[in-house]
Every structure is written in structure tokens, then in C-alpha cells.
């Protein structure tokens, strides 16, 4: 081991499992740690950047240049479990709002009409979040986050029915790696979307999950912008309408006092990286807000982009057999198309079905991944069923439809319109995609009567109000 990795940390606590491991220091690495804290003695997490101290983007995590929203479930779930965080957030310039109040959101010819929700969801840059969530984990007496250490392979008993720890390279300060073993009753695997999980589990003999596929050929391009007090602090979207729309925007006040805007476009409808065909993209949107946006706000970066060709979920809680002492989560489980703001929320929300399998469990970790895969996948259903009921309202989504889509997407068209002009659909479509409330929910009798009854009718021109007062703001 190198003399810089200092795992014990806190050796008085004293509870049933001695030492997990997490791969990952990124968003479920952390909350998964958190989570980890209250069962095992020491909780080491292994992260392969070199991680600021400051709010900065990372190499690993290159998402974490573009919008990102906390999600109000995701805000009360991290609240929960790091109490004060969202004071916390907004003392460093994270903006708190009422969603359904402080977005103008245009889809379909109009603009939602605004009401309140009566929950918060968080504006913010994605390094702010992470960096001050790890800040809390740290913290913590018994965690321990060891950096430049790349996870190479996991460690099995002889019989490889258990994983027993993992084998790992550690970056010398002279650049050279130094290869060394960790040992632990549990090691999480958070490591993203890229996770060697399946290798890994290839190598030891075990099968690998089924993987379910979502083809949307979808690209961000984003850049950020000085924000100036006369802009105000709401955000703005701009929804492409299917199935003839495939471009579409956001635009949120973050801190630093800056606008975080990204363009975004479907099936190879890629919003460009260079100045002028990124403002082109802008004014060819369906409104104008964003375009009006940019062209008055002083860049701060250059373009950056990034390309999400499908979404990804892998069955693990299909599978027949799987080492003990291991288990997979966040985008190494499901990769969510990034349209809809789920990653970090549907990350916690696995976290915390841990949580709930770990009191029950009273230390005793044997058959955990037969409860727990399960349980993640029905934390998960929701929002997948969600993101992907609605990319298939393109033709052009490859992949298992899932069934009554159409059905369900006609209604779901009719029920946009709807929010034009009606609070209560309105406040009901943003409960749901924030994971307050199930999909189900859209289809209760007083929500179908108001799709019904308003889902027909022209925008208002007071619906189309917040266009003209962005542009008389960009105007001065
Ligand atoms: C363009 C884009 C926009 C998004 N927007 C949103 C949004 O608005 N809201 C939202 O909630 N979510 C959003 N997401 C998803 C969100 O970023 C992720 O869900 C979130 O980061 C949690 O991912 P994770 O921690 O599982 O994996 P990642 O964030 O990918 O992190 C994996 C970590 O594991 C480390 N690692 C990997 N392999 C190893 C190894 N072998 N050894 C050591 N360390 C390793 C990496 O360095 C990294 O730190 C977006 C994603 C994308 C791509």
C-alpha cells in the first residue's frame, strides 16, 4: 500500500461489518458512502481523478459541464441523508425555487402556465453539488476518499462465489503506478456508465446482465455565461415537440452568478460547437427566450460538447447468479437520457433502498445483491418508464417500445397543451418528471378531466406573456 493512503481513519466505531469499499467519488459514490457510514466501521471510497477542493470539472465526469438539475426529489433525499445541504448550496450561490414558478418552460407552441408546485428543486453547477456533498462525506469519522487510485480488478474467494476486496493502481507522485490489495466485506461499485462491472464479473465466471437500449443519437453543446441582475434568477427551457422537433434548450442561473445554457438536439440534430452555429442553433429554437439570452450575456467558456447515443439499463436483478459481496449502482445500473435531469436523484433513490436493506439486514450481508438488485430496479422503473415513454414518441427511438406507448404519448401531448393554460395539470406534470409522484398519477380522474377540457385549446396570449418580458429585459 502506498504510504500516501491512509484508510483507517476512525477505528473506535463499532458495528457488525468492519470495511466497505466504494468505486467512485462521483454523485453515487458519495451518497452511497453516506449510506455505507452507518453499517460498516470504515468506508474507503476509491476515485481515480485528482479531485479540487473548488468547484471545478473533472476528466472522469465530463457531463458535469452541462446542465444539470437537482430534481426535488432528488433535493429532499440528499437532504436527508447531509441535513442543512441545500442552505448550504444556496450559501455558495445555488439558486432554490419553485419549479412549476420559476421556469418558463415553452413546449408545443406555448408556455406552461405558471403556478406553484410547493417543492423546491435546486439551480446549480454540477461540480458545486459534488463538491459539496464530498465535503460532508468527508466529514464523516469514518470514510475515507483515496484519490489517483484506478480500480483494476476485484478480488474473489477461491471458489469466486465472494468478492473479497479489489486489486488497484495507485499514481506515485513521479507518475509511476504502484500496484496494491484492498480487502472489505462490501465493495459498491459506482463507477459510472464506464463501470468494468460486467468484465469483471465476466472474468470470475458469472454471466453478464441482459442490457436494455434506448437509441436517441442525442448531443449537448454548452456554455456559460455572465449572469447580470437585470436577467433575473429564472431558468428557461425550450422542449422540442415530437415527433417533427428535435432541437431544443436550457438555460439556468447558477452560482457564480452565471447562465448555464445547453443546447441540445435529437437523432443527429447536434447543435454545433462553433459561435455562430451555436447561436444559429439558439435563434432557429421554437422561442426565442434563450436566443435572446445569449446573444446579450457575456460568454465566460469556450463551447463544450458531449455526445449520448442511448440510454442504458443492465438487468442485474435478472440475473441467477452473482458473487456475494458486491453490488453495482447509479449509471453502472442505468444510464437515464440526460434530457430529463434523473441521474443523481434516481442514484440517491438506489442509495436509499440500500439503506432500508442494511437496517433490515443486521449485518448480515449474505444474499444482499438478491434483495437489493430488486429493489433498485423498482426504484428504477419509474423513471426509466418515464424517459423512455417519451423518447419513443419519435419513430426514431430504437429499442423495446415499451407497451400502450402510444396510447400513453397521445394523452401525454394533449395533457402539454393542457399546462398552457391549467395549474393543477401543470403542477401534476412536474410532480411526476421531479419523482414526487408516479407516472400513475397523470391519470387521475381530476387530472384526465382538465387534459380533456383544456388540452385542446390555443396557447393565450397571457400564457405567451414571459416571451415578451424576457425580450423587453434583453432589450434594455
Ligand atoms: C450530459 C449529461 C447531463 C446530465 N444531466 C443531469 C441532470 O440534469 N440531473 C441529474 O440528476 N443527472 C444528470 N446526468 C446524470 C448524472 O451526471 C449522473 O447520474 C451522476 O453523475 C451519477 O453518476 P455516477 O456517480 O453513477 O457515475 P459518474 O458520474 O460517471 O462517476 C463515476 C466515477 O467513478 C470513477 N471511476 C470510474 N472507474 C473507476 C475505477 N476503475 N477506479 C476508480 N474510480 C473510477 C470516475 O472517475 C468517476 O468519478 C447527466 C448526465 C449527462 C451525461
Known sequence: MGSNLTIQKDKTVKMKNKHALVIGASMTGLVTAR????YFEQVTVLERDELNATPTSRK????????????????????????????????????????????????????????????????????????????RVMDLPNVTIVTKVDVKELLASADKARVLGVKLEHRQADGKPEVSELHA?????????????????????FDKPAEETIKVDLAYATRTYRRRP????????????PPHEFCGAGAFPVDGDRWVVTLAGYFGNHPPADEKGFNEFARNLPAPDIYNLIKDSEPLTEIVTFKYPHSLRRRYEALKRHPEGYLVLGDALCSFNPIYGQGMTSASLQA????????????????????????????VDGPWQLAAGADFAYPQAQGRKPAGADLINNYIARLQRATHHEP????????????????SSLF???IVWRVWRYGGQRSRPAARRALSTFASHSAD
Open 424 to 439: 393543477v395539470v401543470h403542477s401534476a406534470f412536474i410532480a411526476c418528471t421531479n419523482l414526487l409522484a408516479p407516472t
Open 444 to 446: 387521475a380522474p381530476h
Open 230 to 241: 437585470e436577467q433575473g434568477d429564472e431558468a428557461y427551457f425550450i422542449s422540442p415537440t
Open 60 to 135: 472522469s465526469v465530463p457531463q458535469g459541464q452541462h446542465l444539470h438539475a437537482l430534481l426535488a426529489k432528488g433535493r429532499y433525499l440528499l437532504n436527508h441523508y447531509f441535513p442543512g445541504l441545500t442552505d448550504e448550496l444556496v450559501a455558495q450561490g445555488a439558486l432554490e425555487g419553485d419549479p412549476t414558478e420559476k421556469t418558463n418552460w415553452f413546449v408545443d407552441g406555448g408556455y406552461r402556465y405558471k403556478t406553484k408546485l410547493g417543492h423546491t428543486a435546486i439551480l446549480l453547477t454540477r461540480p458545486l453539488v459534488e463538491t459539496t456533498v464530498r465535503r
Open 185 to 205: 466485506d462490501l465493495v459498491v461499485d459506482c463507477a459510472g456508465r464506464g463501470s468494468a462491472a460486467v468484465k469483471w464479473l465476466a472474468a470470475l465466471g
Open 352 to 379: 436509499d433502498a440500500l439503506n432500508t436493506l442494511l437496517a433490515q439486514a443486521d449485518g448480515n450481508l449474505q444474499g444482499l445483491w438478491r434483495r437489493f438488485y430488486p429493489a433498485a430496479s423498482k426504484v
Open 35 to 38: 449510506v455505507l457510514s452507518d
